[in-house]
């Protein structure tokens, strides 16, 4: 075999071993509309949405905490060791209420590992673990106020990042309710005033922004 042919197997195996795994949990309609109304707002798609929502949540030492909850199986995730207990339910065949549908999502090895860990001590298939990461990820307004303010700095530049900041500041400062103002509910609402006519998010802020001065 010549040294060109060994190189291209090579490059081959590579290829194959960083070939992302697919999974398709069944999910709500309700949280399965969710995912897809970030995706639309962010101008993301659907899979690379669901895969930030579960590898933010296997991070998150909150998610981590509420799911040891239902661990059967003991695990260290990290530094620490989560305790199992068999007696707990099963929650494997335990479905979401109301209409379920699928979800496409792909995941890096390393990060399939940490789903499969998380399985493990759930005592359920990955793809069950990634349902029920997907649900209690996506319930952490900390995940979705990180996740838009750092999709709005990828977008923006510096000096309208700013001007995005002050205006966040006067609202949070102004605002005569108890619910803190969070980066999702501004951008949000700046995509339902700019939808119809901004091109793209980097657009419709520059809009905003005029609008506000």
Request: charged share 30%; aromatic share 8%; glycine share 6%.
């Amino acid at each position: 075999m010549s040294a060109g042919q060994g190189s291209t197997r090579k490059a081959t195996r590579k290829q194959r071993s960083d070939k992302k795994r697919h999974v398709g949990p069944t999910i709500s309609i309700v949280l399965k509309d969710t995912i897809h109304r970030l995706s639309y707002i962010t101008d993301t798609p659907v899979k690379d949405v669901g895969e930030a929502i579960c590898i933010s949540g296997m991070k998150s030492r909150k998610v981590v905490e509420y799911l040891a909850q239902s661990f059967r199986r003991e695990i260290r995730l990290g530094n620490t060791l989560y305790m199992g207990d068999l007696s707990r339910p099963s929650l494997q065949r335990k479905v979401a209420a109301g209409k379920t549908e699928r979800i496409s999502i792909r995941f890096h090895a390393h990060d399939y590992e940490g789903i499969s860990a998380l399985a493990y001590a759930l005592d359920v298939s990955p793809t069950r673990a990634t349902a029920l990461l997907l649900d209690a990820s996506i319930r952490n307004s900390e995940f979705l106020n990180d996740y838009v303010r750092d999709y709005l700095r990828r977008e923006l530049d510096e000096r309208r990042m700013e001007e995005l900041r002050k205006v966040m500041r006067y609202l949070r400062k102004n605002n005569p309710y108890e619910d803190d103002l969070t980066w999702t509910h501004l951008l949000t609402y700046i995509y339902d005033e700019v939808k119809d006519s901004a091109q793209s998010v980097a657009d419709g802020v520059g809009m905003f922004i005029s609008r506000w001065r």
